[in-house]
């Protein structure tokens, strides 16, 4: 029995040597430079970068990894695995406008992390050297392109001797509602989650002999977990192959994710909501008589609210291209779980519920509620009142909490966090859970999440959620970007807490911002009943958001009241 992804690696570097592992789309365009890598050859390199960890007694400290999008990337996280050294995956400078960003966040893992040798590609570490006089964390700490580290290093490797509970890597959360913290991921709790992965989304050995082995497309960002755990991780514990290209090939171009798709015929590929509304809105005549769509069976949608607008248009406009409506995926999941929590049933529609009238029950509506299928096999989930720590009913909003084998260690060097997240306690139970911080209620056993906790407004004793007040917003006119709004409130004095809303419009209908301001208010004021204090069009791609994604609201709310936000046509809306 497999005690660890290096132990699978090793397997399938022995049974199938010439399986491609890997492919990497350089340009995104399947008729572009494609690189991949076998089975024997994965095993081989991440076998180098171990035995050169190794051989500097590096066993259990921390390597930060910054890699551009590619192979290189997969082979010196597996190296890490394979050595016995705490992988930490981190974001790479991409430009000038990241590189403020980017130096941030690697000084924060650096230092958080205590590590003592950052792996690399070449022009990464070359960024960084040039940037080394704001980086005094680097002083002392052994810098490496992996790239550069010979084949024949690896004979020298020995297997390390790993335990279940021995971290494999801290996934550095995408801070939505606080400073990032490292969550401490074991072997046994990568092993388990993709053993729900596999289990949740149908990855059986009759679907992967159907698919040849193709088994995902992926863009995402694979120091993430959604395209790492995902993407990256099932491909090595299944033995398949996945097709992976940059996400900024894929944000320049989002019709090379579909056409990725139809050329290489996956079973599994997906990312958060926003990705299939920026396909919706690059659904060209063209790219559609090019597509081909009928072999993809879960289109997962997670990280982020998933919305019934998306996916029925998204059904509706692909659908003549292949595309079935039950192949769309809502699922659950977060860094603190190792990943997935829920999925929905493969081969079945998701579930739609209205809570607007008495209670749930099935509807169609745009704005219902998306359920997230149900939990892994051997994966508690409950909703739970913090306050009282007694488990809610079924149908009743509260805190998510989950139990199982793949929630995490806890967070990195942070007793009091671990604590006050992964060791919550219901009454009259002797289980152990991890709080979330989600929203959400059971029905039938299927999960719907409704928000996050520290988002959630209250607004004359009455609970809103600002990811409903976004849609709305955003439903009400054509050049309001699709996830690109924040809704949170503020104190209005005497009027007590009031919402705000800030959106990025494109440029292009910046001289209706008036009108625009006046369609959202006039939305908001429909759907919810309530009185909107300001509204707030900025330049699109300003509006905080994390790694992922996902809107920062509390950033969003610092900037609008320290008056930083980037606002757009600011003369009309005075």
Known sequence: MARSLVDLLTAHASQQPAAT??????????????????????????????????????????????????????????????????????????????????????KRLIADADATVVLGGREVLAALNAMAEHLPELAGITCVATEDIPDEAADAWHEPDLAADQVAFLQYTSGSTSAPRGVMVTHGNLLDNERIITERMGHTPDAIAEHRGEMFVSWLPVYHDMGLIGPVLNTVYLGVTATLFSPLHFLQQPGRWLDAVTRYRPHTSGGPNFAYE?????????LLDGLELSSWKVAFNGAEPVRAATLRRFADTFGPAGFRRETSYPCYGLAETTLM????????????????????HEGEADAAAVGCGRPGPDTTVVIADPERQEELPEGEVGEIWVAGASVAKGYWRNALA?????????????????????????????LFVTGRLKDLMVIDGRNHYPQDLELSAEMSHWALRPGCTAAFSVDGGTAGEQPVVVAELSPEAAGESEKITDLIRSAIGRAHGLPVRDI???????????????????????????????????????
């Open 21 to 106: 592992a890997y492919r990497y789309l350089v340009t995104g365009d399947g008729d572009g430079e494609v690189q991949d890598i076998t089975y024997a050859r994965l095993a081989r390199r991440s076998r180098a970068v171990a035995a050169w960890l190794q051989d500097r007694g590096l066993a259990g400290a921390r390597a930060v990894l910054l890699y551009p999008p590619g192979i290189e990337f997969i082979c010196g996280y597996l190296g890490c695995l394979s050595a016995g050294v705490v992988a930490v995956p981190g974001v790479p400078p991409q430009g000038r406008s990241q590189n403020h960003r980017a130096l941030i966040r690697t």
């Open 278 to 286: 920026l396909c919706l809105k690059h659904a060209t005549p063209e």
């Open 341 to 360: 929590v829920t999925g929905g049933s493969v081969a079945a529609p998701p579930v739609l519920v209205d809570a607007a009238a008495g209670g749930p």
């Open 418 to 446: 671990t604590r006050e997240t992964f060791r919550a306690t219901l009454k009259d139970r002797p289980d152990r859970f991890l709080r979330t911080g989600d929203l959400g209620f059971l029905r039938d056993g299927e």
């Open 536 to 574: 707030v069009l900025v330049h699109p791609g300003t509006i905080p958001k994390t790694s992922s994604g996902k809107i920062q609201r509390h950033a969003s709310r610092e900037a609008y009241l320290a008056g930083t936000l980037s606002v757009l046509d600011a003369a009309a809306l005075g």
